[in-house]
């Protein structure tokens, strides 16, 4: 059981910190301040909205070390006129010291994009991304966590950089590396303008070997397959990955599972997926690879069943064929038992399971959502004992939490002034009947093994909602802070809108409620993760919209 943050001693970052760590939060898709003013407020005016969205910090990674001794984390910034920011912070903190004070890591005095924390496996360095040297263009990092030795830059590549990892021996990084790219990687980032001569080239996002001592990168995958996700092999000298040919954003649905040997520089194909693959996860003796199949719309949308296939290539095993949940995230540990986090019942649970007799035993789980990267749930020592995640829900605003298994300690504390605004949540499963309500709305969930969850938000605490709004399934949504569900007029009897009707309405209005846009949308993805709705900002006219 988790022990409530009221009942312990816990860390304040420096002032600083507190001040400064608060980027990102302007974007609405991430706030769920945003429709609980939108639905309970009805006298917010558009700058006060602004106002409160800017309080809430965004988290963007929690990394603990190997050894369990450091946390990790990175903070989203924000600009001086309150837009978000690409810039972030990383503080790193001494779990072993009792009263320890987080203290900052950066390659610059001023504020740069660092992020992509990657622990050595002797936990003496942390390797990081950072923009120090030319803004825009990322770089690896090195830098010592116990002495003030100031961040070596160890790459001077020109495109886009991702995912640093060392390799078990600490010998060398895998980093991913699209040479001369324009932009960053991934088919919702924004697209270069055209310009002169139109024509397409493609931009291959490539694994490159990375030599700590002399900064020397070698790219060690095909130059026309477009690398998604990797894993190091437990000899140091194999690594799995999945991967397309040909567009990297247009062919990750398609993507296959493959092994590169250094020694040798073979590339092998794996394993051919029936549906969409992600996460790929050597075992501890490094015969199988383990990976999460499914339905997936979308990279990063990742949910279904975990497999696990020879290495040297064979029939994939599903290991959790009969399981009433979406697992969502997994690694493999030491003694050879895989954790994962899963999506149910509108929850997340933490859970072991031994891949030969399917046993499987569920360690934590809550109404809430847990995220330590990109796609990872949670980030795990060596030894399986400590974790650290980035946890928040309907009423807990997002904070980095580790410590023992089941015992985390919440270690970050800048949105601890942030207090929900609406009042109680109710969960429906099933075909639990919903209380009629004018003023309260939900968000349906459900994956292709789950029952269908309802949330049910109160506007007020002290007022019983009168009719539930209507919806049907959509993908499967957890408990965040962050936003989901879109934003609804509760004193209006507004039809919904689309993105140009709210903006003008917020044009000739000042309150809040006045400006409405769809909920609950009927997006049928059955992955099983616990993604955001995008949902574009457009406060400065007075509107939000739905993209």
Not at 110 to 131: C, G, K
Not at 389 to 414: D, F, K, M, Y
Request: charged share 20%; proline share 7%.
């Amino acid at each position: 059981m988790i022990t409530s943050a009221k009942n312990e001693t816990l860390l304040k970052p420096p002032p600083s910190c507190a001040r400064r760590d608060n980027g990102f939060a302007f974007s609405a898709r991430c706030i769920f301040i945003l429709f609980a003013l939108a639905t309970c407020a009805g006298a917010q005016t558009v700058p006060q909205l602004r106002a409160t969205i800017a309080g809430t910090t965004q988290y963007k990674e929690s990394v603990v070390s190997p050894d369990g001794q450091w946390l990790g984390w990175t903070v989203n910034l924000r600009n001086a006129d309150t837009t978000e920011s690409r810039n972030s912070e990383i503080w790193l903190l001494n779990l072993s010291k009792a009263g320890a004070i987080p203290r900052k890591l950066t390659a610059s005095r001023i504020a740069h994009a660092e992020h992509s924390l990657a622990f050595s496996p002797d936990s003496r360095q942390l390797a990081f991304l950072s923009d120090a040297g030319k803004s825009g263009q990322l770089q690896l990092y090195i830098q010592s966590v116990t002495g003030p030795v100031p961040a070596r830059r160890i790459t001077r590549l020109t495109g886009f950089l991702a995912s640093p990892r060392w390799s078990p021996d600490g010998s060398r990084l895998a980093i991913l590396f699209t040479e001369n790219a324009p932009r960053a990687a991934r088919p919702l980032e924004p697209s270069t303008k055209d310009s002169g001569l139109v024509e397409e080239r493609i931009f291959e996002q490539r694994i490159n070997i990375v030599d700590p001592r002399t900064g020397v990168a070698k790219a060690v995958t095909p130059a026309d397959t477009y690398v998604y996700e990797y894993d190091w092999a437990p000899d140091s000298n194999r690594l799995a990955y999945t991967a397309a040919q040909g567009n990297g954003d247009n062919n990750w649905w398609i993507a296959r599972l493959y092994t590169v040997t250094l020694s040798t520089g073979e590339n092998r194909f794996v394993h051919k997926p029936a549906l969409q693959i992600a996460n790929p996860r050597w075992s501890p003796d490094g015969k199988q690879i383990g990976y999460i199949g499914g339905i997936m719309s979308d990279e990063g949308s990742t949910g279904g069943d975990i497999y696990a296939v020879p290495a040297a290539g064979g029939a994939a095993q599903d290991l959790t064929p009969a399981r009433k949940s979406s697992p969502a995230w997994f690694t493999w540990q030491a003694n050879g038992r895989i954790l994962f986090a899963e999506t149910i019942d509108g929850g997340t649970a933490l859970a072991t399971l031994n891949p030969t007799d399917r046993i499987s035993e569920t360690l934590w789980k809550s109404d809430e959502s847990l995220k330590a990267g990109a796609n990872e749930a949670v980030s795990v020592s060596s030894n399986g004992k400590t974790i650290a995640s980035i946890r928040n829900s309907w009423s807990l605003a997002p904070e980095v939490w580790a410590g023992p298994r089941g015992e985390w300690t919440q270690r970050t504390h800048a949105n601890d002034p942030l207090k929900p605004l609406w009042g109680k949540t109710e969960k429906y499963t099933g075909a639990a009947t919903i209380p009629k309500s004018r003023d309260g709305f939900c968000t349906p969930s459900t994956t292709k093994k789950q029952r269908n969850t309802r949330w049910l938000f109160r506007c007020t605490a002290d007022r019983h909602p009168r009719r539930s709004l209507p919806g049907r399934s959509a993908t499967s949504t957890c408990p965040r802070f962050r936003v989901r569900a879109i934003s609804f007029c509760s004193r209006t009897r507004v039809a919904v809108m689309g993105p140009e009707r709210a903006s003008r309405a917020a044009t000739s209005k000042t309150s809040v409620t006045a400006i409405c846009v769809t909920l609950c949308r009927a997006w049928m993805k059955p992955s099983g993760r616990c993604p955001s709705i995008r949902i574009a900002s457009v406060l400065r006219a007075g509107a939000t919209a739905v993209t």
